[in-house]
């Protein structure tokens, strides 16, 4: 782990300050338990194998593709609150491509200032396909650091 340096040099400050990032988001429904209480969602981290229900993180300002091989059964939402996707949901269109699909497709996010800290992603069926999706802001001046 690195300490955040104060540097009159902005791209060392961004670089020892910011946190890592995916790009792409592969998320498909695993069913393989045969328990609907217990399905998760299988996410692969730009190419990494896949983990059930991992919490993701993104950055302002940065642009993130969710390619989400799902079907009516498993209606894949990014929210606002936890919960069942959907009851809460990110609006669209506008920085989300897409919300609420139902069939294969790829959503491109294109994270805003005022995103909320926090935001989720989740089946509108299961209660258990949900993860979390923390929002990092302001990397730069977020501990006041003035260059």
């Known amino acids: 782990m690195h300490t955040c340096l104060r540097s009159t040099c902005f791209a060392t400050a961004i670089a020892l300050c910011a946190p890592v990032a995916a790009n792409t988001f592969d998320i498909s429904p695993n069913t393989s338990s045969g328990n609907f209480s217990t399905f998760k969602w299988y996410v692969s981290i730009d190419g990494a194998p896949p983990a ?74 299961h209660f258990s396909m949900i993860g979390t999706i923390q929002v990092v802001h302001d990397l730069v001046f977020r501990d006041r650091f003035d260059l």
């Open 52 to 125: 059930n229900n991992p919490d993701l993180t993104v950055l302002t300002g940065q642009t993130y593709t969710f390619n989400v091989t799902t079907s009516i059964s498993h209606p894949f939402w990014i929210d606002q609150s936890a919960g069942i996707g959907g009851t809460n949901a990110y609006p669209y269109p506008g920085d989300l491509s897409d919300n609420g699909v139902s069939s294969s497709t790829s959503i491109t996010f294109n994270v805003p200032i005022d995103a909320p800290g926090t935001l989720y992603y989740a089946c509108g069926q």
